[in-house]
């Protein structure tokens, strides 16, 4: 089979890509709201763009040409919480992908308890095993469709105890779900491990000019 991808409806091209690229992870995103709501919403085009400072990136579209909620409501306010969700809330967090008003909150709707951040007013969701604080940095757009690559610098992680050990995330006891194609979700599945690469430690770089 071969296809065009200038023959495709915008729709068509959304439902082959997102079948192709799998699995993706999963930013469970917290935003304030009108009257500070807090509005949750998933997104599965996420990934993290740079170790220092630590920042991640998301993909938000539009519907109806109008900005999402949530993209809404960072531009408003400048800061978000990026929670990732494990197997436990896999329910919870395909429910708030459901349609609201703006002034609706899907973490009272949905029952789920939220914190007090650290160092944004944004809360974060209290049963999320890992919660990042986010400040807006920059927002892209790309493509037709009025889609933007909203990337956030993490000021604060929120780790649940024994997830990290020695720096890094135990990813077993994460237990994180991730999206492919549809209102599927598959999970971590069996962990293969390979031997070590030697890699070149990450450094900063430097301005070199007088």
């Known amino acids: 089979m ?3 991808a200038p023959d ?3 729709e068509q091209a959304y439902k082959l890509m997102r079948g192709i690229v799998v699995p993706r992870p999963i930013a469970w995103i917290s935003s304030l709201g009108p009257g500070g709501k807090v509005n949750l919403a998933p997104f599965s085009c996420f990934t993290f763009v ?5 920042m991640v990136g998301v993909n938000i579209g ?4 109008q900005h999402k909620d949530t993209a809404r409501n ?8 990026v929670n990732i969700g494990d197997e436990t809330l896999l329910d919870a967090m395909h429910a708030s992908a ?3 008003p703006p002034e609706v909150s899907e973490a009272e709707l949905l029952g789920l308890d939220v914190i007090a951040c650290q160092a944004i007013d944004t809360p974060r969701l209290a049963a999320a095993p890992v919660s990042m604080e986010c400040r807006l940095h920059s927002v892209t ?5 009025g889609a933007e690559f909203f990337v956030g610098e993490v000021l604060v992680f929120h780790i649940r105890d024994g997830l990290a050990r020695d720096g890094k995330i135990d990813t077993e006891q994460l237990r994180p779900v991730c999206r492919i194609g549809g ?11 390979k031997r070590a690469i030697r890699q070149t430690p990450k450094s900063v770089l430097r301005d070199t000019q007088p």
Request: no cysteine; charged share 15%; proline share 14%.
């Open 2 to 4: 071969r296809i065009t």
């Open 8 to 10: 495709l409806t915008p």
């Open 50 to 54: 740079s170790n220092a400072p630590p």
């Open 62 to 65: 539009r519907k109806a040409g």
């Open 74 to 81: 960072i531009l408003a306010h400048g800061h978000f919480v």
């Open 98 to 100: 459901e349609e609201h």
């Open 141 to 145: 757009p790309y493509g037709d469709t």
């Open 183 to 193: 209102p599927n979700y598959a999970s971590l599945g069996p962990i293969v491990t």
